[in-house]
């Protein structure tokens, strides 16, 4: 299974960084090991189309550096989220700029991302932080200028920072243009987040049980 997930992080990292997702060596990406208290985790990369198995880490939650340890306490404070993103998007850094985070205003947002708000960057980075951000069930956050993003499995991961940055082009362009823009009203809203909220509480069992959950083909 390790041979498996591993070779799906670095398929992952290529994905990102042909699309202009991965950038910079703050950069970085993470697969939960099913079974265990693990990750595997690549960062620092200076060429992510280029990232090969050597840059692969396997690492216990316990990790101490800061970057690993945020990475491991989102997975142990979500027992759904599988796969983890830090990356560099270039309508994300234009929206951190504007100094707000992306409201509701498309459906399969609100399906599958959820509520998103700003993840402080000073230091020290608190674990409370981390809980108040992600308690809900949302899926990604601003932070600094790069997107902290979240899926149940890698290629939800994946299909969650490419919408999150489609949103986020939609979003700046229409501010810029002074565009109407109107939000996803409340009861839908509600009704996706039962939803989304009842897809982790499956996706969480699977990984109590060492699986890797199923994908989620249903809108």
Not at 139 to 152: K, P
Not at 193 to 211: F, I, P, Q
Request: a positive charge; one cysteine or more; hydrophobic letters at 40%.
């Amino acid at each position: 299974m390790q041979t498996q997930i591993k070779e799906q992080l670095l398929e992952g990292c290529r994905r990102l960084a042909r699309k202009g997702f991965l950038n910079t060596p703050a950069d970085s990406l993470s697969l939960r090991i099913p079974g265990r208290t693990g990750m595997m985790l690549i960062s620092g990369s200076k060429n992510w189309r280029q990232a090969e198995t050597a840059d692969v880490r396997v690492l216990h939650f316990s990790a101490k550096d800061d970057l690993s340890m945020l990475h491991a306490w989102i997975y142990q404070e979500r027992g759904d989220v599988g796969a983890l993103a830090i990356s560099s998007p270039k309508w994300v850094r234009l929206l951190a700029n504007s100094g707000s985070p992306l409201p509701p205003i498309f459906d399969e947002q609100v399906r599958h991302i959820g509520s998103s708000g700003i993840l402080k960057t000073e230091e020290p980075m608190r674990r409370e932080c981390v809980r108040q951000m992600f308690r809900r069930g949302g899926n990604a956050a601003l932070f600094g200028e790069r997107l902290l993003c979240l899926g149940m499995t890698c290629d939800r991961l994946l299909f969650n920072t490419e919408l999150y940055e489609k949103c986020a082009q939609a979003y700046v362009i229409a501010r810029a243009c002074e565009g109407r823009i109107s939000r996803i009203p409340f009861w839908v809203r509600m009704i996706a987040n039962r939803r989304l909220l009842k897809d982790e509480a499956t996706a969480a069992a699977s990984y109590r049980d060492g699986r890797v959950p199923q994908e989620i083909t249903a809108y």
